[in-house]
């Protein structure tokens, strides 16, 4: 299985770590041809305006669009969330708008503002320890998306279909359960 990370900015390094511990191979993608050589993506946090300008940049949107409505299994976290989201509350920037959902940017304030806590996550057995870095949350999702987990009763880790999004950065801890999680996404070929 070869996993691709979205290596435009952002947590690229820290993902790559997490899933080589887990025995994937790894490959960073910058250009539309290196979609065609990856089973899964990740698309990482960092900054989401950044990402969103630099994919249009490398003429990333429409590629990615076309492999993830393929069914190309993708997992944002935080900017990758926003990213991946029909739309953003008060922002204007490029998306791929193919999660039917849409986020608040830095929803609980600023970098000082940021926070861990214990989550419950649908499909784990024992809560995740969640670092929350200006960290977005969803304001709303569409009938098909379901819903793995809430913080201070908003939506923060999502599902539709091939696509996983979480608000925090699961790529900064220890556990690795939920990037466990999207590889077996990719090996099954599960879409729910």
């Excluded at 969103?52 to 429409?62: C, H, K, N, V």
């Excluded at 997992?75 to 608040?104: K, N, W």
């Amino acid at each position: 299985m070869r996993v691709g990370i979205l290596a435009l900015q952002g947590d690229v390094r820290e993902h790559r770590l997490a899933l080589e511990r887990l025995g994937a191979e790894v490959a960073e993608v910058r250009k539309p041809a290196e979609l065609d050589e990856v089973d899964g993506l990740i698309i990482p946090g960092g900054e989401s305006t950044t990402i969103g300008r630099l994919a249009t940049l490398y003429g990333l949107i429409d590629p990615l669009r076309k492999h993830i409505r393929s069914g190309l299994p993708v997992y944002g976290t935080c900017a990758g969330m926003i990213f991946l989201a029909s739309g953003v509350d008060g922002a204007s920037q490029p998306q791929l708008e193919v999660l039917d959902a849409t986020v608040r940017r830095n929803a609980w304030g600023r970098q000082n503002e940021s926070f861990e806590a214990s989550l419950d996550i649908d499909g784990l057995d024992e809560p995740f320890h969640a670092v929350f870095i200006r960290a977005p949350w969803i304001e709303q999702v569409g009938d098909g998306v379901e819903v793995l987990a809430r913080w201070a009763d908003h939506p923060v880790m999502v599902r539709e279909g091939s696509m996983l999004a979480s608000s925090f950065h699961p790529e900064l801890t220890g556990d690795s359960r939920v990037h466990e999680l999207f590889l077996t996404m990719i090996e099954s070929g599960e879409v729910a």
